[in-house]
C-alpha cells in the first residue's frame, strides 16, 4: 500500500484541551478512509512562511500513513471542512526519493 504524508495546519488560538479534540478527529477521519497511521510529527506552534486567514501561526502536524490512493481527495476535502483546520496537504511519500544520491 502507498505511504502518503497528510499535513494539517490547525488553528494556533486552541487550547490543549481543544488542540486534543482536533486531533483525535483527525485521527478519526484517517483511520475512516482506511489510513494506517505509521507516525505522528507534532511540531506545535510554529511561524508560517505567509499568514493564513491573517494569523502568521499555525499549529503544525504530519501523518505518515498508508493509505489507498483514490480516498486522497475525500480524506482531504473532510479534513477543509473543520473549523479549526487551516490548511492540509496530502503527498505521496517515495522514500527511495529522501535516499538517492545525485550522481554527476
Known sequence: MPQYEVNVILNPNL??????LEKDIIKAALERHGAQIKNVDDWGNRRLAYPIQKDPE??????TVEMAGG?????????????????VTILRDRPE????????
Open 15 to 20: 487550547d490543549g484541551a481543544q488542540a486534543a
Open 58 to 63: 499555525g499549529n503544525v502536524l504530519f501523518y
Open 71 to 87: 480516498s486522497n481527495a475525500a480524506l482531504q476535502r473532510e479534513l477543509r471542512l473543520r473549523d479549526h483546520v487551516r490548511r
Open 97 to 104: 526519493w529522501r535516499n538517492s544520491k545525485k550522481k554527476k
